[in-house]
Nanobody, 125 residues
Framework: VQLVESGGGLVQPGGSLRLSCAAS????????MGWFRQAPGKEREFVSTISGSGDSTRYADSVKGRFTISRDNAKNTVYLQMNSLKPEDTALYYC???????????????????WGQGTQVTVSS
């Protein structure tokens, strides 16, 4: 599978963005999908994950209640809706795919074997 992210940009604090990740290749539902982010000088961190079926999700505490992950298996696309953005959300956001059972989520980087190129999100006034 190949992944291409889009939707990043510059937004003011309190604003919203929606990231998209389009997948091509193998059966999309065979993959749990995840979003990770990496700020300059920091390690890559987990943001959110969704199962292949779309019925299971998980979020990092830092984004819970503000971000929503979803997927459209007919379009082979996963989304990350980001609301109430804060300056500390500034980072390069990566989409990832990992083989998993249909209803299973994956929260560790080791569980993913395919990564996108990343899309920059900058939250600043």
């Amino acid at each position: 599978v190949q992944l291409v992210e889009s939707g990043g940009g510059l937004v003011q604090p309190g604003g919203s963005l929606r990231l998209s990740c389009a997948a091509s290749g193998r059966t999309f539902t065979a993959f749990a999908m995840g979003w990770f982010r990496q700020a300059p000088g920091k390690e890559r961190e987990f943001v959110s994950t969704i199962s292949g079926s779309g019925d299971s999700t998980r979020y990092a505490d830092s984004v819970k209640g503000r971000f929503t992950i979803s997927r459209d298996n007919a379009k082979n696309t996963v989304y990350l809706q980001m609301n109430s953005l804060k300056p500390e959300d500034t980072a390069l956001y990566y989409c990832a795919a990992g083989y998993a059972d249909l209803h299973r989520v994956v929260v560790t980087t080791a569980g993913y074997d395919t990564w996108g190129q990343g899309t920059q999100v900058t939250v600043s006034s």
